[in-house]
């Protein structure tokens, strides 16, 4: 809830080497998102940042991926976030 959120939000996953990963995530406002990649989960290279200016319902974003693990945050506090992040 947006009240508990006072931190973000971060997904990770082990995609096992998979080359496509599919990002579906909500946001009750404006926000900041950032989708990274790890070959070793330590070491993050950033491979997209973006912006919503208005709240979203089950947005749905593809990656072409390179990197044994991903992770897609939001530094947003104060608004409820949800994401669902999968390999294909």
């Known amino acids: 809830s947006a009240a508990e959120n006072t931190a973000g939000l971060t997904v990770s996953l082990d995609t096992v080497n998979r080359t496509v990963v599919e990002v579906r995530y909500s946001a009750g406002g404006p926000a900041s998102f950032v ?52 390999a294909l």
Not at 60 to 84: C, D, H, M, Q
Request: net charge negative; no cysteine; aromatic share 16%.
């Open 35 to 86: 989708m990274e990649g790890s070959p070793d989960n330590t070491t993050w290279f950033t491979g997209d940042s973006f912006s919503e200016a208005a709240a979203v319902t089950n947005k749905i974003v593809g990656y072409e991926n390179t990197f044994r693990y991903v992770r897609f945050r939001s530094p947003t506090v104060g608004i409820a976030l949800s994401f669902e992040v999968r």
